[in-house]
């Protein structure tokens, strides 16, 4: 119902920023919240960021708190994750995803990648030191 496209994905050095997109098509209007994620080589998949859409509310994890910014642009069903400070750990590849209600019998946080049912291929950052 979801597709979701993720983009601005870079090398860049630490302290560095960069910018990522991810737009929504088919169905936007369901959209409940959407998710940044990200994965790095030999570990897990981790919650980033997180915003719901209609009330704007925002969740991030505790290793981004204070460097990282979601936000969202509903007329170009766009949200955005905005990485300023980066570090070499953050380096990853960022997914985005989608949740709309009744994608899942149980709740989930919004951070928790089990809330999430669209995602999209992922784009790659790379901070070096």
């Known amino acids: 119902q979801v597709r979701v496209v993720e983009s601005g994905g870079a090398s860049v050095q630490a302290g560095g920023s960069l910018r990522l997109s991810c737009a929504a098509s088919g169905h936007t209007y369901k959209i409940n919240s959407m998710g940044w994620f990200r994965q790095a080589p030999g570990k897990e998949r981790e919650g980033v960021a997180a915003i719901i859409t209609r009330g704007g509310e925002t969740y991030y994890d505790d290793s981004v708190k204070g460097r990282f910014t979601i936000s969202q642009d509903n007329s170009k069903n766009t949200v955005y994750l905005q990485m300023n400070s980066l570090k070499p750990e953050d380096t990853a590849m960022y997914y985005c995803?989608?949740?709309?209600?009744?994608?899942?019998?149980?709740?989930?946080?919004?951070?928790?990648?089990?809330?999430?049912?669209?995602w999209g291929q992922g784009t790659q950052v790379t901070v070096s030191a």
């Open positions: 995803a989608a949740y709309l209600p009744g994608d899942s019998s149980a709740w989930y946080a919004p951070l928790s990648q089990r809330r999430y049912k669209y």
